[in-house]
């Protein structure tokens, strides 16, 4: 599949969104590795005509728990699918995991 492909998914109405530049696991990776993995993965997709790439898809879904891995994603993205549950909206106030989040919390169709 090449970057022409991807367009015709996107203009059939496909959602394309990231999931990081090399399917890295990012919870053992340094700032620096993590801004390139996650905001080099939107900067890939928009330079080759990917519109508004908002979604971050966390590869092996470990990272729920990784404030510094969230915090870069918020950076940006405006969620995040953490691959085995639903998606997370992520706010621009930061990322805490408490038992009763008040920033940030899973998407629930009760709320």
Known sequence: MNWNDVLELQKDGQDVESKGMTHRDLNHLSLKELESEIGSSKQCLESHGINS????????????????VINTINKYYGYADNGFADLMYIRGDGYDVTPKQTDCRTYNHDN
Do not use: L, M, Y
């Not at 790439?53 to 510094?68: C, K, L």
């Open 53 to 68: 790439p908002n979604i971050f898809a966390v590869v092996h879904g470990d990272a729920w728990d990784n404030s510094t």
